[in-house]
């Protein structure tokens, strides 16, 4: 469970809340130009455009959650079980397996244009990092400045969809959300009109009434509403002090306290930490679970020419 959002104000930012039960040692990472990122069936790149974001390392590998490169361009992979389908080797494609596929867009695209024309040749296949790390079932929200796309792997095949939203969460597959939101377009920040009738003395008892039946359960459905809404009536001067205040009060609008969403392993599901990155600028802002205080770490604090993982464990 997780939500994921593209927001602009003077300049561009892009973030999630990671919602699971567990975490598996991740820290910010950043990924320099130099740094060899091997594939399975694809060509390394030993030369690529610089990354940041959060990421378990693994044999040296970064297994990113989200990331930015410094053209701007983001992606983050958000859980998507029993929908995601990943294809056996094709010849004659591109093959990059789930956990590759951030570091393989983000690391030769620009802007979603170049994304659009990569991933028409890509394979997504059914790989998996190791015996200890199974393949994961995601889909993926991608922004550059000015777009998002949404990318889902499905048994119909490999789907790119336009995003007007900037925003993703999980089940069901991006379509439904789409049509979904059609349900909602009467909502508003002001007060509400009596409509039913007439002749009935029906007033408004409290502000926020115009937003009466915005969806706050912790569903993949209702967080996808209620982020479009928030993000959408978000106000701030442009500041980078109160974009990135305001980004995050936009993913604790639909965080998840411990103790309200039961897995199926009988552990709870919580925000463990959430995240927003200035992609124009690569700095890369996040709050965790038991420390709220925002914390930043800059791409250019490090050697972007380098050749090896510059790591930052999260501060608890």
Sequence with gaps: MCTAV????????????????????????????????????VPSLEKHYALIGMAAVAEDYPLYFEATNEKGLSMAGLNFPKNAFYQEYAEGKENVAPFELIPYLLGNCENIEEVKASLENINVINYSFSDGLPVSPLHWLISDKEESVTLECTREGM?????????????????????????????????????????????????????????????????????????????????EKESVNQFFHIL???????????????????????????????IYYYTTYQNSMIRKVSMYEVDVEGAELYQYPVEE
């Design 6 to 41: 593209s927001f602009k104000t003077k300049q561009h930012y892009f973030g999630r809340n990671l919602d699971l039960e567990r975490g598996y040692g991740e820290g910010v990472v950043i990924t320099p130009r130099n740094y060899p990122f091997s594939f399975r069936y």
């Design 252 to 282: 604790q609008a639909v965080a998840m306290p411990k103790g309200c969403v039961l897995a199926k392993n009988e552990e709870y599901e919580y925000t463990r930490y959430s995240c927003c990155c200035n992609t124009e600028e690569q």
């Design 159 to 239: 789907k790119v969809y336009d995003n007007p939203f900037g925003v993703l969460t999980n089940n069901p597959t991006f379509d439904f959300h789409v049509i979904n939101m059609n349900h909602y377009m009467g909502l508003h920040e002001g007060f509400t009109q009596n409509t039913v009738s007439s002749k009935l003395t029906l007033e408004n008892y409290s502000l926020g009434m115009g937003a009466l039946g915005l969806p706050g359960d912790f569903s993949s459905s209702s967080r996808f509403v209620k982020t479009v809404f928030v993000k959408e009536k978000s106000v701030c001067d442009g500041s």
